[in-house]
T-cell receptor
C-alpha cells in the first residue's frame, strides 16, 4: 500500500528566508509524486510533479522539489519565501495504475513572518 | 475556460436530511474523485469513477452515495447515515492518459 508522511505539521519562516518542506513516501514501484498548495477555504493547486527523468523538478511560483529514491523522499524547496506563500502544502503519491488514485499526506501549514 | 466547478460553496444540513453536492467538469476527463478533508488531516477518498455509469468505493464510503450518469458530472450525496458530515469536500478529475488530478474549489458542509 502507498503512504505519505509529512513530518512537520507547522513551519514558520521569515519572509525572504529559504524553505524546505519534507515528504517521505512508501510505494512498491517508481512513484508518481506531487506537491499541491491550498489556501484557506480553497481547492488544491498543483505546484509540481515528478514521474521520471531528472530528479530535480521545477514548479510554479518558484518552487522546486528533489526526488531521492534512496531516501524515499520528495522535499519541496524555495530559496526565498514571500508572504503570499503562507498556505497549507500537501505531498501526494500516485500511480498510473490503481485507477490513478493518489494518497495524500496530512499537510504542512506554512506561516510567513514579516 | 476549462475547469472544475463545485456548488454550493457552503451547504447546511439538518439532522436526518440527505444533501447533494455538485461537481461538474468541462475538461473532458474520464476519471472523477470525491475527497473529504477534516482540519489537520489530509484528503481521504470517498468514491471515484473511471467511466460513465461505473464507480467504486474509496476508503470512507459509508454514509455517502454517488452517481455518474454523464461524463461531466459526479454528484455526491451525503446521507443521513453519515453521522459526522461536517467537513470540506473536494472533487477532482483526471484524464485517463494523464497522471495528475485537478481539483475544484470545494464545498463546506455544516450541520445545523
Amino acid at each position: 500500500a502507498q503512504s505519505v508522511t509529512q513530518p512537520d505539521i507547522h513551519i514558520t519562516v521569515s519572509e525572504g528566508a529559504s524553505l524546505e518542506l519534507r515528504c517521505n513516501y512508501s510505494y512498491g514501484a517508481t512513484p508518481y509524486l506531487f506537491w499541491y498548495v491550498q489556501s484557506p477555504g480553497q481547492g488544491l493547486q498543483l505546484l509540481l510533479k515528478y514521474f521520471s527523468g531528472d530528479t530535480l523538478v521545477q514548479g510554479i511560483k518558484g518552487f522546486e522539489a528533489e526526488f531521492k529514491r534512496s531516501q524515499s523522499s520528495f522535499n519541496l524547496r524555495k530559496p526565498s519565501v514571500h508572504w503570499s506563500d503562507a498556505a497549507e502544502y500537501f505531498c501526494a503519491v500516485g500511480a498510473n495504475t490503481n485507477a490513478g488514485k493518489s494518497t495524500f499526506g496530512d499537510g504542512t501549514t506554512l506561516t510567513v513572518k514579516p | 475556460d476549462g475547469g472544475i466547478t463545485q456548488s454550493p460553496k457552503y451547504l447546511f444540513r439538518k439532522e436526518g436530511q440527505n444533501v447533494t453536492l455538485s461537481c461538474e467538469q468541462n475538461l473532458n476527463h474520464d476519471a472523477m474523485y470525491w475527497y473529504r478533508q477534516d482540519p489537520g488531516q489530509g484528503l481521504r477518498l470517498i468514491y471515484y469513477s473511471q467511466i460513465v455509469n461505473d464507480f467504486q468505493k474509496g476508503d470512507i464510503a459509508e454514509g455517502y452515495s454517488v452517481s455518474r450518469e454523464k461524463k461531466e458530472s459526479f454528484p455526491l450525496t451525503v446521507t443521513s447515515a453519515q453521522k459526522n458530515p461536517t467537513a470540506f469536500y473536494l472533487c477532482a478529475s483526471r484524464g485517463l492518459d494523464q497522471e495528475t488530478q485537478y481539483f475544484g474549489p470545494g464545498t463546506r458542509l455544516l450541520v445545523l
